[in-house]
């Protein structure tokens, strides 16, 4: 639920500047309503404890935020590009096949092969993403 209620704005906020590159007559209202957009995809973020708002409608990093830095020691950033890639979150929706007949593997039910051999055939889109993630970890942050 709570990942919806992330990505459902972000999505809409996408749109929305497809639509304004494509109809630029529209273009300055619907900026209006990226401006309205971005803030509650600001706030979205924010609920989570990754962005603290300040006054005036600003926003920093918190600290939970700043692990998703790039040179952060210790960043997640590559990991949660990963577990949030399209790859992971389309093989949620085995689980409860999963859970009904005990068979672990996801990954192999939506590609019909195990994760490693998933990044070897696609080195640009996921490999790339799993072997900056391997990285990551092995140098104990930012590769």
């Not at 209620?5 to 497809?18: D, E, G, K, R």
């Not at 192999?108 to 996921?126: I, Q, V």
Request: glycine residues 10%.
């Amino acid at each position: 639920m709570l990942r919806h209620q992330v990505w459902l704005p972000i999505a809409h906020f996408f749109y929305q500047l497809l639509l304004a590159l494509i109809y630029p007559r529209r273009g300055f209202q619907v900026l209006l309503r990226l401006g309205r957009l971005l803030y509650r995809l600001l706030r979205a973020l924010a609920s989570l404890g990754l962005l603290n708002e300040t006054p005036g409608r600003r926003f920093n990093l918190t600290e939970r935020g700043a692990v998703l830095r790039t040179d952060a020691p210790r960043s997640l950033r590559y990991m949660a590009m990963l577990e949030g890639g399209p790859e992971h979150w389309a093989i949620w929706k085995h689980v409860p096949a999963m859970v009904r007949d005990g068979r672990q593997n996801a990954f192999m039910r939506e590609y019909g092969k195990m994760a490693f051999d998933h990044a070897r055939a696609n080195p640009d889109g996921y490999g790339a993403a799993h072997l900056r993630c391997v990285a990551q970890f092995q140098h104990g942050g930012a590769p």
